[in-house]
């Protein structure tokens, strides 16, 4: 691994271990012009993987990419920025390395693009280090990346279980109603996430009173049945006088500021609001110890968002739109006025000019936010982490970020952002899957059944058929949106089965995590990482090999009953219903159709493995799973096979191969 | 067929045929309940057809869609209305039967959205007439549609060459260069099309005299060169004193009227404007006249836009409006005040309520616009094709529209509006070939490359592999969008043989589709409409069968070099990378995963079938195209095969199989 400095880059805290440092110029493979553009030279079979969860493909060739966190509501083909920034690539072709471009400003990725055998990535300012590394598979760039960044996060044990949301639970009696709800249907589950309904006028550390009147007893109540309650964390704090958080914070300068040192107030959830500095060590141990507000209430897991950072409005910029609105008032408007004017308004939400506009203090200098832009998020949930660390330092907590930077997974999980209830958003969820964990963000997931939009029945229950591998496992939809808590819909007993399905497999996913964070591998793999010297596997992106043992194939379209898959090699299908109801049968390598009803999942185990479950028929919660007496499905029913269970009890702090694991004969 | 008649519905002109009128509660099938809504219980199996092209799979089961014209910018999933209201659908399951919903108004068709085996179709006031017809097979059920709603209009034969369009050619030179850089690329073409660009000041029936000094000369330069212009007509016609289409529109009353009888002005491309009235006769001749201006100068294909109506603003609302926005300038905005300007001024565009806001004057009475909304596109093309018939008696003349109507495919074809460069929009362009087809829109297609969004080589070269077989075949893309002409590209080699492979297979396409249009028939076919009891083939949305000999199987997917192919019986395969350069194999009904490089396209042929072609490898344009001399691509070589192929010269207006076939025997 070595790395190559360029100009003079502004450190991001992405990168944990030495690099051999070497001459910019000497940087290999690629060619470097203007100080700021890297071009290499990709053959026809070249493919580019990397850059976190995104649109369009696993191989991101052929398409351009830019890396400056956005809250991006709309996550179709053409985008090319969401809300995180993972500057890397790896190259599989001719010849197979990793970049990593560290910079926590703009940079672009033009994959193939504007010509097709041309990489070309232009990084901002010039001021960057390049990170080269190289490795004979893909899973050894992966381990390399890790690495250079660390080794991923993980959550405690009941963060693996089942998690409902919703934009729009207004209270607690909203929350004992999901509770009620899913005992009534007997389907097991161990959190319920608050969203921004439950804060004091969405109030960062509040709960409003009217609405929680005993908050901690609710905790406790909840507890009482293993249900861990998830509130939300925005990034932006109401400018209140009289709220606590916001005096202190103001009182010790604590917040983004304009070029003039001002407080930068711009609008998000709760109207008026700043912006902690992240970026000030003080700031970011100050907004850390925050959390204690929720700790002592007795929350242990926390959903940050907002972070990118969103910004509905900044107040200058609102006042100069009104003022120039006003002028169009007693004009006769022509039509190109009238876009004008309606542009000015619908273009003051995310506008990147407001990086420009507001400051972060590094060693005592304001730097602009867009040179540090992408690690906002990063910085505040990094902040969050260790606040909880100081906090709660005994137990593992749990949090997961919206906006994203590489070197996060060391801190916290993410999830993808505000999908859509759409099909074609299910087969993207399997993708960024794969993605996230090339990055090492292992505790990661998608809202299943989708964020916006309206979710129908065929669609939350195929989602769900997939969402139970995904080790952020939450249903979760937007305010407006119809009901799609899994009791809302008709084929209730279906529902139900896949649910349990998902705490019978609990033992084998939190093992194929914890060794997956332990070995710095990836618990979803494509199969172009697995097989790599199979030329079919490389281009299959809807189907993904889980842990060490099995093979998955969702089914991704509506009004199906089967599809295609590929296997790169002979494998033994659980086409399953539940856990007591499945049938099994052996597939050659090769390609297949293969039959799966609404109600089905299927899952392959590969030769020489197999997929330990356990018995949740009468599970309520991932506290009743029993992690010890697990039932093999097989490859051969005849064959010794060894499985190597890792379990620690699933709270403690130290994460360690030897101690934790245990091998079992099947 | 059988009609039932619910309350008093306005006519439309949807049907040409007389159906035995029967008792509204006698109506099969279906239970009524509220005088509007009728019910269809389901069985498991039961697929849904019909509503013409629309987002989601060609079986509707498992959404919502709605009958209200709208110029919809974003055609994703969760979308319930485009362009077109074809209020018709075909049932498929224990019971097999047609139903189509004759009213002007909103309808919408719940197809097991809020409820898994409810097909609920509730039906604006509850006026309407409900078309009942059954068949033994689904190609029986669009027979019936047909007859009932009357056969398909067909463009003159060069509108089946190859069409080059773009918002933003400016002026002559702009396309000339179009058709020289083709020249030079050696691609033949037969049309450019003209976007809004051309107009002076977007005023509908003029042409801008200083990007366009010598228009008539122009059109005669071109069409010595076998190019026919296609220029664009809007809806909406520019409110300006002293034009003469404007004054003469006012002066007789043809325009569209506020409810207290002056004129109704909106705003679309010329500012302010006001719409002719459609549904009035007199006017709707007077319309079909202006096209006097254009047919004089020698043009003879035509594309009508913007007709839903599509509406940006209109100018009592823009007032009111302004108004309102005045009042927030001095309130301290929280951030709800601050969406509700935002959505003030963002709704302002195709608002529903202006549908209310306007009349049109039917049998000397004002009737609001909403009430006939659906056939305003609709009433706007026929009256343009039958000023264009007055105007050019002997000859066949080009003509496509945006927003349809069932009725409208006995005047014109349609494109299926704006659509985005996307690879999910080239899957969707598959599915909505079909459903065009089934409505009777055999002349039809989507805008090749996509509309909206920047084209990638590789998109627009698998979707042009795909848009040879489109009768309606045209390149087209947004102002502002990365240039998407296939000279513009790295691959010229490899575009030039695919648009000379259209030509090549010119006088199948034509044939087919002719012989479709006698015999209200669909050209392009799901494989559910051809192996009805082939389980499998009814779940196939991503192949569609090709007349009567072939069956298409595009790659839809970025970087990839193969696909899955379902074959509903044993094919040939003939790989084509250009009209001589091609492998044959012959495979087994079944299932295969079959490679296709980026520069193939993969037809199969039907046993006891031919694709005829002819020698394109020298033709500039449809011009020059060989009907005569046709080789044959068999399914097996050594059978004798007969083709009927359908020829008549291309330009005249009479429709006769008999007249116009001949049997080639192979």
Redesign the interface.
Known sequence: MKKYVFGTPIPTGAVVAEAEQCRAEDIPYFSVSDGNVLNFKMDNDT?VYGLGPNV??I?K???IYEAFNTDEVLH???RRRLYGSHTYLLIDGAVKFGVFIDTAGFASFDIG?T??DDLTVTVGDGNFTAYIFEADTLTGLVKELRKLTGSSYVPPLWAFGFNQSRWGYKNEGDIRSVLENYRRMDVPIDMITMDIDYMDHYKDFTVDEEKFPKFPEFVSEMDKEHIHLVPIIDAGIKAEEGDPVFEECMEKGYYCKKADKTPFYL?????KCVFPDFMNDDAARWFGDQYKFLTDMGIRGFWNDMNEPSI??SFDR?KMV?DK??D??DKD???SA?WE??AL??K?SQREEYTKDFHHTVDGKLISNEKLHNIFGFKMSKAAAEGLERLVPNERTLIFSRSTFVGLHRYAGMWYGDN?????HLKLNVRQAAEANMSGFIYSGADIGGF???A???LAMRWLAFGIFSPLFRNHTALGTRDQEFYRF?KLDDFRNLVRLRYALLPFIYSEVMKTACNDDMYFKPLSFVYEDDK?AK?VEDELIVGDSILIAPVC??????R?V?LPEKMRLYRMRSQTDYDTQVFEKG???IECALNEVLIFVRPGHVLPITDARSVSSSYDVDFDSLTPLKFDENERVEYIQYFDGGTTREMNFEKFTRKIEF
């Open positions: 493919a369009r493909g191989n060739r052929g398409w179709v083909e053409d693009y010509k097709s609008a998000v959830w709760p109207g509905f409005y609102l009104m609105i006003g169009y008032k408007l022509d039509v009238f004017m309606q308004l619908s003051i859509r209830s759409w099909w074609e916006g939009s309206n129908t029945e065929d008709e079919r281009e379209e509506q009004n199906r009953t089967g295609y590929y390609d297949h159709y």
